[in-house]
């Protein structure tokens, strides 16, 4: 995703096609926010016939409307992909200032897209048919005002993400050997961010070494290129185009600077010695804990192979499920059948414990009223 170098609210929009009409265009980025202006050029259809694709300028009303109309770049719009970058001054120039930016009528030019932080004025051209040996060319009129190198063409092969990194680093030579990498980050983040920074030399034995610097913004490419020949603990600094990007420990751990290389290389030394030097005692403590932790392992993997035995049982065939679902249902039946019978015992066993309780207390009852008469006989 694009993002905002600027407080300016213009956009600049290269390769637009040669059908294209102004309100066209304003009605395309109508949807990213409220336009106060916008201009095509050119305007004269004999200009046109020159041109292989017109240059237009946006000016919105707020800040953020430029943020969403960045990501516009190689939307194909009519016949041809857009190029959407943000102009730094916050004003539309005129016509005479943006033919510059308008693709020529030429077949084997092809604009290409910036990087996000490009300014409006730097070109990014393909040279040639793609079939045929080409070039990538990228022009900086700033390069140009200061007297500073240009850029160096590039293969037209290479991929335009690629090409928008190297156009971020340089290469610095002449650096004293001592002067770490700490101390060239510090010096150079004075100019502008550093994205990151890699030693190159060939010769270990050698006084001086070289170094691959890639900053996060283009336009500090030539703010570097201007300390171009500084004293530098007492060697004039010699700054250069990159041709190549930096290569990241993160996406090839095999290739490493020295000194990124010697904390890993101390860390394995470390580790080593410690193995080495360690009593006889804490040598067979690993070794036990090395038994028990493979006891572990071996109680665990049993647990896990019974563990997939019953559930290789538990997968039984449809026929096996059938009958498990009959005798469920016969065990159920039974079951049920079980509990009448015993709340008829219980039933019969309640109304035969009543039944002898009541005769219980009918004789009772009847031992009592007889005895009640015999001590009414014996007291007349």
């Known amino acids: 995703m694009s993002t905002i170098v600027s407080h300016s609210k213009v ?4 390769n637009v096609s040669t059908t294209c009409q102004r309100d066209q ?10 336009i106060d202006d916008a201009q095509l050029y050119p305007d004269s259809d004999t200009l046109t016939a020159t041109i292989n694709a017109k240059v237009g300028y946006i000016k919105f009303d707020r800040n953020d409307s430029v943020h969403a109309a960045l990501n516009m770049t190689n939307t194909i719009f009519i016949d041809k992909p857009l190029i959407v970058t943000q102009v730094f001054e916050n004003t539309i120039p005129d016509e005479t200032d943006a033919m510059i930016y308008c693709a020529p009528l030429n ?40 007297n500073l190198p240009p850029y160096p063409p590039l293969p037209g092969t290479l991929d335009v993400t690629k090409v928008e990194e190297i156009r971020r680093t340089v290469y610095l030579s002449n650096i004293e050997k001592n002067v770490g990498l700490d101390v060239l980050h510090e010096f150079l983040s004075q100019i502008g961010e550093i994205r990151f920074i890699r030693a190159a030399y060939v010769d270990e034995n050698a006084e001086t070494r070289g170094a691959y610097v890639e900053f996060s913004e283009q336009p500090s490419i030539p703010k ?17 185009h990159a041709t190549s990007c930096i290569i ?10 020295d000194e990124e290389d010697m904390p890993f290389s101390r860390s ?18 690993a070794t ?14 049993s647990s896990r192979s019974k563990s997939r035995k019953k559930s290789s049982k538990s997968a039984r065939s449809p026929k096996r499920r059938s009958r498990s679902r009959k005798r469920s249902r016969s065990k159920s039946r039974d079951r049920k059948r079980r509990s009448r019978s015993r709340d008829h015992h219980r039933r019969k066993k309640d109304s035969r414990k009543r039944s002898r309780s009541r005769s219980r207390s009918h004789s009772k009852g009847h031992r009592r009223s007889e005895s009640s008469r015999k001590e009414k006989k014996s007291r007349h």
Not at 270 to 283: F, I, L, N, Q, Y
Not at 288 to 300: F, I, K, L
């Open 268 to 285: 394995r030394s470390r580790s080593v010695s410690v193995h080495k030097d360690s009593p006889a005692g804490e040598e067979v403590d």
């Open 107 to 146: 077949p084997s030019i092809t604009l290409l897209s910036g990087g996000p932080t490009w300014p409006s004025t730097v070109i990014n051209r393909l040279i040639g048919q793609p079939q045929n040996p080409s070039y990538i060319e990228t022009v900086d009129p700033e390069l140009t005002d200061r």
């Open 11 to 14: 956009v600049q929009v290269c």
């Open 25 to 34: 265009l304003k009605a395309l980025f109508n949807f990213f926010g409220r």
């Open 224 to 240: 570097v290129l201007s300390i171009n020949g500084f004293q530098f603990f007492g060697r004039p600094l010699l700054v250069n």
């Open 248 to 257: 990241k420990p993160a996406t090839v751990r095999g290739l490493r600077s």
């Open 288 to 301: 036990r804990e090395n038994g028990r932790r493979s006891s572990r392992s071996r109680h665990r993997s």
